[in-house]
């Protein structure tokens, strides 16, 4: 009777001390522990969102309005100084039932998007109530061309964004310098307790 209630005192039956718990560590004395699942997943999930990257490509339904994505899509394509005209001009004109427009891109931009066809190219929109709205059907043809669509798709980041994403890279560095300190100015006090004692 005596063995039988050795044999219960454990969790495991029959198994030594040795074979019950999991190794320890040499150093500190504590239990190697794999991490749960949830946890690791967690620490995958944050180290995929600690390296951000710039994001290649130009999506044009993310600005106010169309005339905003159509500049900004050709400032970061053709990379303009803060001095030169725009890339592209519109000629509007009031015709039998509405306005009609014409954008017309210059060499700089035909260059990046169509490089064998001729220095300029016209995008002539539809017949509209609005000036406006005629224009804006212009920049819908310019959007609708394949090799404008093409272009868009692997457009570089901006430098803006490139700057913000080194920014926080900094700043991320920074934080797990500033936790290391404090972590070994911790680690240097307990000593200092312990040595006391």
């Known amino acids: 009777m005596g ?21 320890r560590n040499r150093r500190s004395g504590s239990r190697q522990r794999k991490p749960r699942r949830s946890q690791s997943r967690t620490a995958d999930r944050k180290r995929e969102r600690s390296k951000p990257e710039a994001q290649y490509g130009f999506d044009p339904q993310k600005n106010k309005t169309k005339k905003n994505a159509l500049n900004n899509f050709l400032r970061r394509l053709v990379r303009p100084k803060p ?13 039998e039932g509405g306005w009609q427009s014409t954008m017309t891109l210059d060499s700089r931009c035909c260059a990046k998007i169509w490089p064998k066809e001729g220095p300029t190219k016209c995008f002539v929109g539809e017949i509209c109530g609005a000036k406006n709205e005629a224009e804006e059907s212009a920049m ?25 994403i080194r920014s926080v890279a900094r700043y991320k560095d920074k934080q797990r310098a500033n936790n290391q300190l404090r972590h070994h100015a911790r680690l240097e006090q307990r000593r200092a307790e312990s040595g006391l004692r």
Do not use: C, M, Y
């Open 3 to 23: 063995g039988h209630a050795e044999e219960t005192v454990g969790r495991t039956r029959g198994k030594r001390n040795s074979e019950r718990s999991p190794a």
């Open 83 to 95: 001095n030169e005209p725009a890339s592209a001009s519109f000629k509007t004109l009031e015709v």
């Open 140 to 164: 819908e043809k310019f959007w609708q061309d394949p090799d404008v669509r093409k272009t868009a798709a692997t457009l570089p980041p901006s430098n803006r964004q490139k700057d913000r």
